[in-house]
């Protein structure tokens, strides 16, 4: 059973970076079958899918993020990174990886998640 | 974008009762709509996939149903350990390269 694992600093200034990574164990993210993905959930605005990288480093982003996102992977220690520019408080949320599986690119649920980690963009 | 509105938004049960949770799509999403449960500190949970497959281990008291824009989750012989926040997702995207995945707010689920 794929386990994965998000790590990072959990307090952000205002206008940095973002930076995330996401351990996968139990299994290889080198597999065609799954697209490894980045999401968050805020108190108010609920989950929100931010994108997700086939193992190729073939990237997909929300397009509302897609400007400020860059998701990449690091194959030989089983990882996943996100990087979010320029943040604000409205990016303040608990982040989650994820495995997405289903019918190709753009038809996929996720499962499993990551235990999340929250991070707070502070001015 | 297709909106996901769920309801109710809160539901109070008691034991052993059966429970029915909609989910509203913006668009018709055919039959790509999942179900998600949230304990309390937890991460979400798959229940459900393709409107009516229950995730490896879900118990069959967990059951999905609906197509197009009108789903149901349906919960039967409820348990305390049932009391969480139940989500659904739609993956229907029309532009196959171009994906992108939305939630309902969530129905919040308290078992008396």
């Known amino acids: 059973q794929v386990h994965l694992q998000e790590s990072g600093p959990g307090l952000v200034q205002s206008s940095q970076t973002l930076s995330l990574t996401c351990t996968v164990s139990?299994?290889?993210?080198?597999?065609?079958?799954?697209?490894w993905s980045w999401l968050r959930q805020h108190p108010v605005k609920g989950l929100e899918w931010l994108g997700y990288?086939?193992?190729?480093?073939?990237?997909y982003y929300n397009p509302s993020l897609e400007s400020r996102l860059v998701i990449s992977i690091d194959s030989p220690n089983n990882q996943i990174a996100l990087k979010l520019k320029s943040v604000t408080a409205a990016d303040t949320a608990v982040y989650y990886c994820?495995?997405?599986?289903?019918?190709?690119?753009?038809?996929?649920?996720?499962?499993?998640w990551g235990q999340g980690t929250l991070v707070t963009v502070s001015s | 974008e297709t909106v996901l509105t769920q309801s109710p938004a809160t539901l109070s049960v008691s034991p052993g009762e059966r429970v029915a949770l909609s989910c509203r799509a913006s668009?018709?999403?055919?039959?790509?709509l999942a179900w998600y449960q949230q304990t309390p500190g937890q991460s979400p949970r798959l229940l459900i996939y393709?409107?009516?497959s229950r995730a490896t281990g879900i118990p069959l008291r967990f059951s999905g149903s609906g197509s197009g824009t009108e789903f149901t989750l349906t919960i039967s012989r409820l348990e305390s350990e049932d009391s969480a926040i139940y989500f659904c997702?739609?993956?229907?995207?029309?532009?196959?390269?171009?994906?992108?995945?939305?939630f309902g707010q969530g129905t919040r689920l308290e078992i008396k």
């Open positions: 668009q018709d999403v055919g039959t790509s």
């Open positions: 994820a495995k997405a599986l289903g019918f190709g690119v753009s038809n996929n649920w996720f499962d499993p």
């Open positions: 393709e409107t009516s």
């Open positions: 997702q739609q993956y229907k995207n029309s532009n196959t390269w171009r994906p992108w995945f939305t």
């Open positions: 139990g299994g290889s993210i080198n597999t065609g079958t799954y697209y």
């Open positions: 990288i086939y193992y190729t480093g073939s990237t």
